[in-house]
């Protein structure tokens, strides 16, 4: 009930309910997006994936955006993010149908596959730079005391909206992959994928150009860009609980990747074999699912929880937890304790996730935001791959290793004390205040003044 009223609070604000169509919309398309690439890059009946070769892939599609993540977050404070939102979904549209073009010759030659990476790394950059974009425009939607409610309500809408994107990719791949050749239903998925990104930019248009911000703008030069990116990271230095929030996701995201990765290994070698394509798909898709409905619950409890024990006090539990879930039912290999750690797991990882949202929107200045926020998913860039370059090196071909996961319960452990010592005496709960509110009025009791 709490959760429903203080939804009520951020729904009242026409822009925010423009801005998350348009993050639905988008994130949609990505979750579909994802089935596709995972359908032609890991599930090919005549290729049996190893970490190597998803470390490569991802490599691949994430470092460019790395490199280049500077550059464009100081874009993001100079020019009109709805702009940005607009072209951004509608490059993707143009790369995605491309994609799907290569996917439909049924050809898997170096120059194809060359092409076909290509507009990977490009199409994915550019995910990186929408989902920055979402977040610096969030706060120009909101009041301020509403951060905590909005980071609630936003990893609820927009990963159910992936779900639903996968859901119907992997429904669609399954039905289409018993009635044409593989590589056209990849192909029918890219189509479909870029028809919902000019959706998306369609509903951007519904925000007037300025209204998402930035406050000040100005001219960009290579001077400019290397001075943001200076000033960014000096600005977070100076305000610690933004700071030592990105450290903290960024660690704990390794760990993350590291188990994500052996999973999909466990689920694609383990438990079927190189030809047994459809039930791989079927299971990773309930995994995806499974783990993407632990984000939505996160979404709906960690405002509450935060609102009555604070930020850091809801992290430190996160990560802890996190480190009890990874050893029991984390590390024992049957799909159904697999399966139920996916979903526990992904409740206290997208609660630190939330709490770190929070905390980079209450303490980052409004002119430092988007590049903020870039750097934030450089940070999960970089854990990402490097997390698929440890398994590579660590875990068997098939993913199965009970000592390494044990380990990884142990780095959430070190991860949540080292979290509990640096942040010893900061108040982190700035942001929160509208949620505090909600549950005051609510366990007010009734009176003359109170309706029930």
């Known amino acids: 009930m709490e959760w429903v009223r203080a939804l009520r609070l951020l729904w009242r604000h026409g822009y925010f309910r423009r801005l998350m169509a348009v993050r639905i919309a988008t994130q949609s398309c990505d979750g579909l997006l994802q089935v596709a690439l995972a359908s032609y890059v890991l599930f090919s009946p005549e290729r049996q994936p190893d970490a190597a070769s998803i470390a490569a892939v991802l490599a691949i599609t994430l470092l460019p955006f790395s490199v280049l993540g500077p550059f464009v977050g100081v874009i993001l404070d100079r020019w009109s993010r709805r702009q940005v939102l607009v072209v951004v979904d509608l490059i993707r549209a143009g790369l995605v ?35 920055a974009a979402l ?55 890219f189509i479909v994928a870029s028809i919902g990104y ?41 305000r610690r609980p933004a700071g030592i929030g990105l450290i903290t996701i960024g660690l704990q995201r390794l760990v993350f990747g590291v188990v994500t990765v052996a999973t999909i290994l466990v689920f694609r070698n383990y ?24 984000f939505v619950i996160a979404a709906a409890v960690t405002p509450l929880i935060t609102a009555r024990l604070g930020v850091r006090a809801w992290m430190i539990i996160a990560l802890l937890l996190s480190a009890v879930l990874q050893a029991f039912p984390g590390a024992i290999y049957t799909k159904i304790t697999l399966m139920i750690a996916a979903f526990l797991l992904g409740v206290t990882a997208q609660s630190v996730k ?59 452990a070190v991860l949540g004390v080292g979290f509990l010592v640096l942040t010893r005496g900061m108040d982190l709960d700035a942001g929160t205040e509208s949620m505090r509110a909600v549950i005051t009025e609510t366990e007010q009791p009734a009176g003359p003044d109170h309706r029930p």
């Open 271 to 294: 438990f079927h074999s190189v030809d047994d394509v459809n039930p791989a798909i079927a299971d990773l898709g309930l995994f995806a699912v499974l783990t993407g409905a632990g």
């Open 354 to 412: 939330i709490c770190v949202d929070t905390l980079v929107q209450a303490h980052v200045d409004d002119d430092v935001k988007g590049r903020a926020f870039v750097i934030y998913d450089m940070l999960f860039n970089v854990a990402l791959v490097l997390a698929a370059c440890i398994t590579a090196l660590i875990m068997p071909p098939d993913g199965r290793s009970v000592p390494i996961l044990l380990g990884l319960a142990t780095c959430y």
């Open 135 to 189: 977040s610096a425009a969030l706060p120009h939607t909101i009041e301020p005391t509403e951060y905590m409610v909005a980071n609630s309500v936003v990893p609820t809408v927009g990963p159910a909206g992936a779900l639903v994107g996968a859901a119907i990719g992997t429904l669609l791949r399954l039905v289409l992959g018993a009635q044409v050749p593989a590589f056209a239903a990849d192909a029918t998925l």
């Open 198 to 238: 000019v959706i998306s930019a369609c509903l951007a248009l519904r925000i007037p150009r300025h209204r998402l911000g930035p406050d000040e703008r100005g001219s960009s030069t290579a001077k400019d860009v290397i001075a943001g990116l200076v000033g960014a990271l000096r600005h977070l230095k100076q």
């Open 97 to 131: 149908l491309a994609l799907a073009a290569l996917v439909a010759t049924g050809l898997r030659t170096g120059s194809i596959e060359a092409l076909f990476y290509g507009g990977v790394l490009v199409a994915m950059s550019l995910n990186r730079f929408l989902l």
